[in-house]
C-alpha cells in the first residue's frame, strides 16, 4: 500500500473556488445536438446536466499535466496518484436555471480521505458546489472525485439481468465523436477521451473512456421522464469503466415518485447507477 500523507494534503480542506459563467442559447443548442433524443422533453427550456458544462475551470495548455488535467496543488490537493476520475455524487435541484442570465459556481474542498481498494490505495476528494443564478440558489452538489494507481482493469462477469427486458429504456452507441464533442462541452482535455493510445497504453484501459458526467447526464433525463419534473434529489456513483466500442443500455426500475436508474454494456457489466426522488 502506497502511504499518503493526509496532513500534507490538509491545507487544502477548506480552499475555495468562484467561477461566473452566463448560460447562453448557443450552450444550449450545442448540448442538445450532443444528446439528442435522451433529453427529457418535460425538463424545460434549460435541459438536466447542463450545469456541468457551465462555469468550468478554464486552464491554459502550458498549465496541463501529460494526462490533460490541471496541474496539480492548485483548487484541488497534489494527491501523489497518477490516474484521477469521477467516483459519484449528489445533486439537489433547488429552483430552475434560466436562459440569459449570469450563473455562480462557488465550490469548496470539503474532505480527504483515503482507502485501501482492490487495485490499490484511494484517496478521495469531496468537492461542494452550489450554482446561483438571479439572487436564487439553483443546484447544490456534492462531487466525490477518486485518485487511484494506474492498473489494468480486471475481468468483470456478466450480470444475470444482462437483458432484462422489463428495465431497459433505450440504448446508444457511444462512439469517438460524442466523447469529442462532450469533452469539448466541457472544456475536458483529460486524454482518456479521446486519445486512444494514451487510454490504452498509459492509463491501460481497453479503449476510449465514456466520461462519468455524461452516464450521469443521461440517467439524470432518464429519472426525469418517470417523474416528469426534475428529480429534487439524484444521488449516482461511478462502478466500472465503460470503455468504447460498446452499447450502453440505459434502464429504470422504481415507483413514481423515486427510483434507480442505471448504464450498463451490452454484456450486462453496469458502469453507472443512481438513486432519483421527487422530494
Not at 468537492?127 to 456534492?142: A, D
Request: some cysteine.
Amino acid at each position: 500500500m502506497s502511504e499518503i500523507d493526509l496532513d500534507a494534503l490538509a491545507p487544502w480542506l477548506g480552499r475555495t473556488e468562484t467561477k461566473e459563467d452566463v448560460l447562453t442559447h448557443g450552450l444550449i443548442d450545442k448540448f442538445r445536438a450532443t444528446f439528442g433524443p435522451h433529453l427529457c422533453g418535460g425538463a424545460g427550456d434549460v435541459p438536466l446536466g447542463i450545469h456541468w458544462c457551465i462555469a468550468l475551470d478554464t486552464v491554459p495548455a502550458a498549465a496541463l499535466s501529460d494526462d490533460g488535467h490541471a496541474a496539480r496543488g492548485g483548487f484541488l490537493p497534489p494527491v501523489p496518484l497518477p490516474a484521477r476520475m469521477w467516483a459519484g455524487g449528489d445533486v439537489t435541484h433547488l429552483t430552475p436555471l434560466k436562459i440569459g442570465e449570469a450563473v455562480t459556481r462557488r465550490s469548496v474542498i470539503g474532505d480527504i480521505t483515503a482507502k485501501q481498494g482492490r487495485s490499490g490505495t484511494l484517496v478521495f476528494v469531496t468537492v461542494e458546489h452550489e450554482y446561483s443564478s438571479g439572487g436564487r440558489l439553483c443546484i447544490r452538489e456534492k462531487q466525490s472525485i477518486v485518485y487511484r494507481e494506474i492498473s489494468a482493469p480486471r475481468p468483470v462477469k456478466n450480470a444475470p439481468d444482462a437483458s432484462d427486458p422489463t428495465t431497459l429504456r433505450s440504448s446508444l452507441a457511444p462512439d469517438p465523436v460524442l466523447l469529442f464533442r462532450y469533452s469539448a462541452l466541457t472544456f475536458n482535455a483529460h486524454r482518456i477521451h479521446y486519445d486512444h493510445v494514451y487510454a490504452t497504453e498509459t492509463e491501460a484501459y481497453s479503449g476510449l473512456v465514456v466520461h462519468g458526467p455524461l452516464q450521469a447526464t443521461l440517467l439524470l433525463n432518464l429519472a426525469a421522464e418517470a417523474l416528469k419534473p426534475s428529480p429534487h434529489r439524484f444521488s449516482f456513483r461511478g462502478l466500472a469503466p465503460l470503455t468504447l466500442p460498446c452499447e450502453l443500455q440505459l434502464h429504470r426500475e422504481g415507483a413514481e415518485t423515486s427510483g434507480t436508474v442505471w448504464c450498463q454494456d451490452q454484456n450486462g457489466l453496469r458502469s453507472f447507477t443512481a438513486e432519483y426522488a421527487a422530494d
